[in-house]
């Protein structure tokens, strides 16, 4: 697992910013007018969003427009299968003690 990924992720602003990205790409400005910050600030996140391979941009006359990359979502996705085994595995467990229990009270 890239941890620069989750290290990208793990700070709100940039969190919110891939939320919106996840609607389809915005300019900086646009960015930084939904979150109600500067456009320098909404710059810095977007560049470590970029390092972290998270996000891409193309220039269309002077803006930079910014997009969600696919690849790093699939990877955390694999990544997380592990331990989204192992929590439905205890869930189920839960589940079935719960139903016990409740059968014992209706009896």
């Known amino acids: 697992m890239n941890t620069k990924i989750l290290s990208a992720l793990a700070e709100p602003s940039r969190l919110r910013i891939v939320e919106l990205l996840r609607d389809g790409p ?7 007018d939904r979150l109600h910050i500067r456009q320098p600030q909404a710059s ?9 391979g998270i996000v891409e941009f193309y220039a269309e006359t002077n803006r930079r427009i910014y997009k969600l990359r696919s690849e790093p979502f699939k990877e955390l996705n694999s990544w997380l299968d592990q331990y989204r085994a192992l929590w439905e595995e205890k869930l189920d467990s839960l589940d079935r003690y719960l139903q016990e229990l409740q059968k014992k009270k209706e009896e």
Do not use: D, M, P, Q
């Open 26 to 32: 915005l300019t900086v400005g646009e960015i930084a």
């Open 44 to 52: 810095k996140h977007l560049r470590v969003l970029y390092e972290a």
